[in-house]
């Protein structure tokens, strides 16, 4: 079942988004070549405290940490490490979840430390383009697979692989709820979409194939044929007018405002 969600759980999920992108904001000016993920996590840690934010990862299934950051082939769920040091020109995903009065927000950024090669500048720009496109399907009337299809066409129109075996999902009280958001499928399929439903939408995207597999430490996910991966994510929630984006900052009317 789908939950919708009302007015109050809505502003708390919004509270909670914009927290959020703040925090991931504000990874930019701390992601330096020579820094470790397991002291970006401590520091994503300290920013959520701060913030009155509950890490919805931090025990979820045994997991210790308040992010997951994943470099290069690294696709999703990378594991925070002391010894994992970022490079010039790694190309770095932070995923964060995180819940204020019990209500959830989830996002994921790409980072470039330096400037990034040009394949990997493009890499990025089509997941955050295909993830906008899903966004802008989500609009009342429309069914789920719409957004699905959307993202997939907008990946593949550039040559890109899409992962299949991780999706998108409905977020709220729990950061994983029904439904599953695939990032591929044939529009016109699944239930339809209504206002107060809130959705996290998540492409992760490759330069080569999209095979992935997990490796040992039973978390990170990486690309079977070591190509680089992108992954962005923001939650959005359903409105009469149209997706409200919100896990970022200086909205208006559901769009971003440069
Ligand atoms: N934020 C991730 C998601 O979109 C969840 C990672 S939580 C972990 O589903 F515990 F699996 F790391
Ligand atoms: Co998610």
């Not at 992601?31 to 397991?38: A, Y």
Request: charged residues 25%.
């Amino acid at each position: 079942m789908i939950t919708i969600k009302n007015k109050l759980s809505i502003q708390k999920m919004h509270h909670a988004g914009q927290e959020l992108a703040e925090v991931l904001n504000g990874i930019k000016e701390i992601i330096v070549p020579g820094v470790s993920t397991l002291e970006l996590d401590a520091w994503i840690d300290k920013e959520l405290k701060k913030r009155s934010l509950i890490s919805q990862s931090k025990g979820y299934k045994g997991y210790k940490h308040v992010s997951c950051i994943s470099v290069n082939d690294e696709v999703v769920h990378g594991v925070p490490n002391a010894e994992k040091v970022i490079n010039e020109g790694d190309l770095v995903k932070v995923d964060i979840c995180a819940a204020w009065k019990g209500y959830c927000a989830d996002a994921a950024r790409c980072y470039v430390v330096g400037k990034p090669a040009m394949e990997v500048q493009k890499l990025i720009e089509v997941a955050q383009s295909a993830l906008n496109k899903g966004i802008e399907k989500a609009v009342p009337g429309n069914r789920l697979s719409d957004i699905s299809a959307s993202i997939q066409e907008e990946i593949e129109k550039h040559g890109f692989g899409v992962v299949r075996d991780f999706a998108g999902h409905g977020i709220g009280k729990s950061m994983h709820e029904a439904p599953e958001i695939l990032n591929y499928g044939k529009a016109g399929h699944g239930p339809f979409l209504r206002p107060g439903m809130t959705f996290a939408i998540e492409p992760m995207i490759t330069m080569g194939g999209y095979q992935v597999y997990v490796t040992e430490d039973g978390w990170t996910v990486k690309t079977k044929d070591k190509s680089l991966s992108a992954h962005v994510e923001d939650t959005i929630v359903i409105t009469e007018q149209g997706p409200q984006i919100l896990t970022r900052k200086n909205l208006q009317n559901g769009a971003e405002v440069l």
